[in-house]
């Protein structure tokens, strides 16, 4: 039985990072009319939603996740006068556009903290999450950014601590606090009006905190990001932001969640129960991820059948109700094909199309971050002075005050840093990738002078780019790829990722080789057809004559449609 049908199920959704995308003034900063400039570039992807990282008006402590002002623009970005263009140019395109919501915590130089940190009876003091200092040292929180870890930063003006489960300068906002609520309703209501369709909502789990702030028995960062997201009042406040605001309109929200399990999945999306449409899970972000640690990479990378267990599990889970989100990487993340494929020249294009049609062949709505559709790959900067970044700042201060290995740890973030997906946009190879005329704000993956562009590739039929196209064209052609059941054939290979698509008479085969070398694989007898037909193959096919046996190239992808 086929689920509910809509717009945002079917629609794949392009994030645009518009600090990096096209700076039209020379400043070196991307802005809102170096996105308007390529709108007809966006609309021949083949995507149907932008969602753009925030726009507001921040002092940049963590590239604009510390929003100062909820209503007003950037002024590095533009006015809002530009916004309205991008959005009236959008809409005239069939695009639709997802802001970011970024409402667990804010800036400290916005007004209500401002207010609230200025004594101790204020009007906005309740607005966020103090601990007056004659109570001791608060119980311990940690944080994302903190160079001592510490989620409760003193404050001199009124003897107290602030809670920041990220930087010092982003507290969170204290949502037990109805006022606090209606403040975000009626700022979601403004955006709405103004014709956004929907919010990618950050870190949306953490908005709930027990305010009797108790101890936490947990040792390691992991374990309280489980905690965070299980606040009391998570589910009825999302509901209420459903009920108040996100169903008067023809919207969908995609929640970031952190600390979200499996078994919990449905609690958050469920269509009964009137909170979110989806979310980012993080079990294939931290399938990488070295032992109890959230940003450094295990020795060893990942397995194919673990890859498979994560996508196979949780399509399970919205196999009856709910939906899921599909991404490889977004602005958090390094490069999906230096991540989950080859970057190095032989293995880079077959593995970066493989990745897509891995994507677009999937139950779920797929995101691709910008430039996926060329195959950037990561940067790998080596010298801390390359890196903008508060995250990796951060953390290798505290490597060094602590006396750590900062070696390691810069070589550790030439994989994992979230710098490698926040270079410039690379549309051609002029001087800084045609990204800049003037100083980019952060360096340029020097690639771009090798095929890794645009321009390079836009008018070559074997490009990444073109691949890209078709992949998406396909998914729009066959609902079966959108709506279809999904089964994984083999989970145990650890060469081929083989599944199928069925929906009602149409059925898809998918075979991807997740290998650097030549690989065979025979179809067991329970996948029963009477002729396949190629849809498409990001290299030529060696040889499929056999019924059900194949071989692959490395990194090759090829698409059936089977026929009984």
Known sequence: MMQTQTWWKEGIVYQIYPRSYRDTTGNGIGDLRGIIEKLDYIASLGVDIIWLNPIYDSPNDDNGYDIRDYRKIMAEFGTMDDFDELLSGMKARGLRLVMDLVVNHCSDEHEWFKESRASRDNPYRDYFHWWPAEKGTPPKRWSYFDLEENAWQYDKQTDAYYLHYFAVKQPDLKWENPKVRQEVYDMMHFWFQKGVDGFRMDVIPFISKDITYPEIDAKEPHEYIAYYANGPKVHEYLNELNNEVVSKYDAFTVGE?????????????????????????????????????????????????????????????????????????????????????????????????????????????????????????????????????????????????????????????QHAARENARTPMQWDNTENAGFTSGTPWINVNSDYKTGVSVKDQLNKKDSTLSYFKQMTALRKKYPALVYGAYKCIKAEDEQIYCYTRTLESERFLVLLNFSEDTAHFSLPLSVSYNRKIKVISNDKIIDDRTFKEFTLRPWQAIVYRLEN
């Open 257 to 413: 969640g952190p600390g979200i399990s499996i078994d919990d999945a449905l609690d958050f999306v469920h269509e009964d129960r009137k909170e979110i449409d989806m979310f980012f899970h993080f079990d294939l972000m931290s399938l990488d991820r070295a032992p109890g640690e959230v940003f450094k990479m295990r020795d060893g990378g990942y397995s194919l059948p673990e890859f498979k267990k994560v996508f196979t599990d949780w399509d399970a889970a919205f196999a009856k109700a709910g939906w899921g989100s599909l991404f490889l990487a977004n602005h958090d993340f390094p490069r999906t094909v230096s991540r989950w494929g080859n970057d190095t020249p032989e293995h880079w294009r077959n593995s970066a199309t493989l990745l897509q049609t891995f994507l677009l062949t999937m139950r779920g709505t797929p995101y691709f971050y910008q430039g996926d559709e060329i195959g950037m790959t990561n940067v790998r900067f080596t010298d801390i002075e390359d890196y903008r970044d508060i995250n990796t700042i951060n953390r290798y201060e505290t490597v060094k005050k602590r006396g750590g290995d900062l070696e390691a740890f810069m070589d550790s973030e």
